[in-house]
């Protein structure tokens, strides 16, 4: 036990290590920061509300630097497409806020909202999950036909239609290879930070479908652009809540030991996968997202009258980062297995890198 | 069992379930005291 004395508990430091080191690597993998898994982890532990939104997003910040220097070490960062996304998104979170904040001066129930965001959540996974299947059996025919299959595959006809709007300037992503508009960059990328601002979901999660669906970015490339901007404005909200007193800096060091191992590990492991193994995990990531924190919200408005209710949130959240790793994990050994021509499930082939 | 792993929504429950398992013995015998 370590006594936080900013935060004023007694937690487990080794909680924290682990902690950091999980949500590091699933954040390294698909591209997110994790508050979904970190702030409900935190308040279990033990630590105020409003300390385990600020130490959550400082140690986001930290962690993001970690892995977004890993994967522009891999080439996946297009630092065009992140910059000109990167300010519709901040935009887009101030605008996001006004409007919650407009929303409950007219009495806009937060059940409304919940049920607003969870359309949103499951609607992604259903649209992720479609298209990655799709994308799987394409790979699986070609192999099949004996052609070579590339490390991205995606079956979305979305992106044609927006890079064919040709209004001026035209950006030019050389590492993503994309030709397309500013403005479109910048209108995703106001869409997607309103909806993370509205919705208080992470905008990670929006942001890397949106780069692949809309954009036409590949997902590894969707990836380590996403984490740039994490680095962005996870570093402005570390400095807010820094400047509230919301973050015991003891706790972000020992999250931030885990992360490190963590967010290189993820970040590395997008290297032996295909982009729709990728995708597949987003979507996992998701939908587990959205059933924990529907069964938090359930128990909360429930004015915390069933018990059972919080233990199955509690065990949900738990749970979703352990399958998640044990998910990344099982990928990159499958991969190494199928490398040395060893047996691995019919389904792996089509998701993972041969060389 | 290789031919139940070929599935990969089969894999995919089991993976959960195991997690869920994990998750959940962590909390009973050994979180919740801790947390206390």
């Known amino acids: 036990m370590f006594d936080f004395i900013i935060a004023g508990i007694q937690a487990p430091i080794f909680l924290l290590v682990l902690t950091g080191m999980t949500v590091g690597m699933v954040g390294g993998f698909i591209g997110v920061g994790g508050g979904y898994m970190v702030t409900p982890a935190l308040i279990v532990f033990g630590f105020p509300g409003y300390m385990a939104s600020g130490i959550d997003v400082t140690h986001i910040a930290g962690k993001s630097v970690v892995a977004t220097i890993r994967h522009r070490q891999l080439g996946n960062i297009d630092w065009v497409l992140g910059l000109a996304m990167v300010g519709g998104t901040m935009m887009g979170v101030e605008m996001g806020v006004r409007l919650l904040n407009y929303t409950k001066s007219i009495g806009l129930s937060g059940i409304a909202l919940l049920t607003g965001s969870v359309g949103i959540m499951v609607g992604l996974f259903l649209y992720t999950q479609i298209e990655t299947h799709r994308a799987q059996k394409k790979i699986q025919e070609l192999s099949r036909e004996g052609k070579t299959v590339g490390r991205e595959l995606s079956t979305s006809n979305i992106p044609k239609f927006f890079q064919s709007i040709s209004l001026f300037p035209i950006i030019r992503c050389h590492v993503a290879r994309i030709v397309i508009s500013m403005w479109v960059v910048v209108l995703v990328g106001i869409a997607t930070g309103t909806l993370a601002g509205f919705f208080g979901v992470g905008g990670g999660f929006i942001r890397v479908p949106a780069l692949v669906y809309m954009v036409g970015a590949t997902t590894h490339i969707a990836v380590g652009t996403d984490l740039l901007e994490i680095v962005v404005s996870g570093g402005y909200g570390a400095l807010r809540h820094y400047a509230s007193g919301n973050v015991d800096i003891m706790a972000v060091f020992f999250m931030i030991i885990g992360a490190m191992f963590g967010a290189q590990f993820g970040s590395i492991a997008t290297s032996y996968v295909r982009g729709p193994a990728i995708r597949y995990i987003l979507s996992y990531s998701l939908i587990l997202a959205t059933v924990g924190a529907f069964l938090r919200l359930v128990y909360m408005l429930s004015a915390q009258r069933y018990e059972f209710l919080n233990f199955f949130a509690v065990v949900f959240t738990l749970g979703e980062m352990i399958f998640l790793c044990l998910f990344i994990l099982s990928l990159v050994f499958f991969a190494v297995r199928h490398r040395h021509g060893k047996w691995v499930p019919a389904w792996i082939p089509s998701l993972v890198v041969v060389s | ?36």
């Open chain 2, 1 to 36: 069992m290789k031919s139940l792993l070929d599935s990969m929504a089969v894999y995919w429950c089991i993976l959960l379930l195991f997690s869920l398992g994990a998750a959940g013995l962590v909390y009973v015998f050994w979180l919740k005291e801790a947390l206390m």
